[in-house]
């Protein structure tokens, strides 16, 4: 069956660092498009960043410079990253699966930045 998991989320600190993983199961992984997206309350999910079955990358515009997407094939996990965690940070984040038409969610980690 086809899974995807997201962990490492939790209550970090300002500043602090964070690396998300997100495993996937049930599918080929290395011809999917793996990305990041994350939902703050009371806001639209918002595209963080794609990396493509050879390690292309694409970023969005609110977070570049501060966050790095890299997967591991043989592992079948893409990770996301920052050193720079900001309160606004605050949000569930999701992995996702693409390929053409075919999109699979997992079902999010909370990340709380705060004091």
């Known amino acids: 069956q086809v899974q995807l998991v997201e962990s490492g989320g939790g209550l970090v600190q300002p500043g602090g660092s964070l690396r998300l993983s997100c495993t996937a199961s049930?599918?080929?992984?290395?011809?999917?498009?793996m990305s990041w997206y994350r939902q703050e309350p009371g806001q639209e999910r918002e595209f963080i960043a794609e990396?493509?079955?050879?390690?292309?990358?694409t970023y969005g515009d609110s977070v570049k410079g501060r966050f790095t997407i890299s997967r591991d094939n043989d592992k079948n996990t893409v990770f996301l990253e920052t050193d720079t965690l900001k309160p606004e940070d605050t949000a569930i984040y999701y992995c996702?699966?693409?390929?053409?038409?075919?999109?699979?969610w997992g079902q999010g980690t909370q990340v709380t930045v705060s004091s």
């Open positions: 996702k699966a693409r390929l053409w038409g075919t999109n699979y």
């Open positions: 049930g599918f080929t992984f290395s011809s999917y498009f």
């Open positions: 990396i493509s079955p050879y390690g292309f990358i």
